[in-house]
């Protein structure tokens, strides 16, 4: 049997051990942990709705109409009235016939994957993209092919040297850990060149970029035809909870009768359903919350820059501060924490070895002064050399 003790060990020794930090109230800009409060920076709750008050009301509600559960999977008698008009409303927002819900991302991503990508198709993927992606293709049975981060030329020589056949590329439309964004309109010319299907997962991008929120393929002018499968997550600009997929009528058919991310699993809490539709409805009325953030985003940039500090570029919300070395970054991440700020240390394998990094994201409910304390703290630490110790010169 393996060691877990000794490979537990290892881990830590080489600086990648994973550390719960236990939140000791609502999630928000300012969080409680330890018994002490920080200032954070590292959510994905891009718009701040994760713990607006009219959500919570309508979550509220939605206890008194349905209950704590759903009790069943969709399949059976789980499906509530709340989940199908959230879905009605979710395919409006992204102008698609139809979206399904899912109970996570990563379910979704898993259950599209292993029902389009199977075995015998070719699976073209960005070797950036999240592991949900990588995951449902290695699971689904399909071959998968990586190509270079968004590096559409190596992708088209990929797709030229494969075998004919049936072949899906996927991407993420915002790259999570860089926060760069997918050239979508340049990866939907090449997948009609080759008549491969394109799938893009806009966690991050839909509520944040785009003609009303709408995200990377809104912002590209992409339509259904040109991307027919397009997946959504709940948790990050929406603040609630789960996924969802939306595409066509025959795609959405298919998933209900196939993808056993869906069949097998008990659908999410009706009431979590209400309350997302009142998250969706503040994140459509939401282009003030979207242009703070940029705001916001840019004044990070400028100061950034005039401390000398290296960020990759990014106009998103998520602004990754590469160091290199694993250790070190655990070391950076508490020096900011002893100052009171949290930003988590992100190490392999979440992203590629020799690549760690402070993932520093931001939110419309942020202030320009917190912006300004973040700043402050990293300009203190920059004066001491603790950041010019810790960043590798690959990426000084």
């Not at 806009?202 to 040109?226: E, F, K, S």
């Not at 609630?240 to 795609?251: K, Q, R, Y």
């Not at 539709?277 to 003030?288: F, I, N, S």
Request: proline fraction near 4%; hydrophobic fraction near 40%.
């Amino acid at each position: 049997m393996k060691d877990l003790s000794a490979a537990l060990g290892e881990r830590k020794a080489r600086g990648l051990y994973r550390d719960r930090q236990v939140i000791e109230g609502p999630q928000g800009v300012n969080v409680r942990m330890d018994g002490r409060e920080f200032l954070s920076f590292c959510s994905n709750d891009y718009l701040g709705l994760a713990n607006h008050p009219e959500v919570a009301t309508a979550f509220r509600a939605g206890l008194e109409t349905y209950g704590t559960g759903s009790g069943a999977a969709h399949l059976i008698s789980g499906h509530s009235s709340a989940h199908h008009v959230l879905e009605e409303e979710l395919a409006d927002f992204v102008q698609r016939p139809r979206a399904l819900l899912f109970s996570t991302g990563y379910m979704a991503n898993l259950g599209v994957l292993a029902v389009l990508g199977g075995r015998g198709v070719r699976v073209f993927e960005d070797r950036s993209n999240h592991a949900s992606l990588l995951d449902g293709a290695r699971l689904g049975g399909a071959r998968l092919v990586r190509y270079r981060h968004n590096d559409t030329a190596d992708l088209a020589q990929r797709l030229q040297a494969s075998p004919a056949g049936e072949h899906l590329i996927a991407t993420d439309g915002v790259f999570s850990m860089d926060g760069d964004l997918a050239p979508v309109a340049e990866l939907a010319g090449v997948a009609a060149r080759h008549a491969a299907w394109l799938m893009v997962d806009d966690a991050h991008g839909l509520g944040v970029i785009g003609p009303g929120g709408r995200g990377t393929l809104a912002q590209a002018g992409l339509n259904m035809t040109q991307v027919p499968v397009l997946m959504g997550t709940l948790g990050k600009a929406c603040g609630t909870f789960g996924a969802f997929v939306a595409g066509s009528d025959e795609l959405i058919e298919t998933l209900i009768q196939e993808a056993r991310t869906y069949i097998y699993t008990t659908a999410p809490p009706p009431a979590l359903a209400q309350a997302t539709r009142t998250a969706l409805r503040l994140l459509r009325e939401g282009d003030g919350r979207r242009e703070r953030l940029r705001v916001l985003v840019q004044r990070f940039r400028r100061g950034a820059a005039q401390l000398g500090l290296h960020l990759p570029e990014s106009q998103t919300p998520i602004q990754p501060l590469i160091i290199g070395d694993a250790g070190a970054t655990l070391r950076l991440s508490a020096a900011l924490r002893e100052r009171g700020i949290l930003i988590s240390a992100i190490r392999p394998p979440t992203v590629p070895p020799g690549s760690a990094r402070l993932r520093i994201t931001f939110s419309a409910a942020h202030s320009e002064d917190q912006v300004d304390c973040l700043l402050d703290a990293l300009d203190r630490l920059n004066a001491a050399g603790i950041i010019m110790e810790c960043v590798t010169d690959e990426f000084a």
